[in-house]
């Protein structure tokens, strides 16, 4: 019921449109054949507060063709992580999903989030996901 609900509510909308889901604190292992058929363009979801054990699915071999974007740091935290741990997590994340898919982004949302810590968490990750684009680049 729920995949049908979600495919009604952006069945009429044009296909250069993409569609953006996020699911915090879900069972998503347990849910993802549902979530394969929702047909989102790109789901993103809680990842590093559960320590990436929202992953463990891929690492059982399901495959996902969409756009997935695995949090890379936990946002209830008031603590900032250095690039270098954010880049070990993407890391940890390409090891079991293709680059293509992949997108870089927080666990869920930012709203609990001060600004003193949104700005240099948000470029930290920024810089990660750029040194590791190059590091792919240069790997090919």
Not at 15 to 22: E, G, K, S, V
Not at 78 to 103: F, G, H, M, Q, Y
């Given at each position: ?118 700005k240099p968490t948000l470029s930290n990750m920024v810089a990660a996901a750029k040194r590791l684009r190059t590091q792919l680049a240069s790997a090919k």
């Amino acid at each position: 019921m729920a995949v049908h609900s979600f495919r009604i509510t952006n069945c009429r909308v044009e296909d250069t449109t993409q569609i953006h889901t996020q699911m915090c604190y879900s069972n998503f292992n347990d849910i993802i054949h549902s979530i394969i058929n929702m047909d989102a363009n790109v789901i993103t979801i809680e990842n590093s507060r559960s320590d990436e054990k929202l992953l463990l699915v891929f690492h059982e071999g399901v495959k996902y063709g969409a756009g997935i974007g695995p949090g890379v740091y936990d946002i209830h935290s008031p603590r900032i992580p250095s690039t270098k741990e954010i880049a070990d997590r993407i890391n940890k994340v390409l090891a079991v999903l293709e680059t293509n898919i992949l997108w870089v982004n927080p666990d869920c949302g930012l709203k609990t989030c001060k600004y003193t810590e949104v700005k240099p968490t948000l470029s930290n990750m920024v810089a990660a996901a750029k040194r590791l684009r190059t590091q792919l680049a240069s790997a090919k």
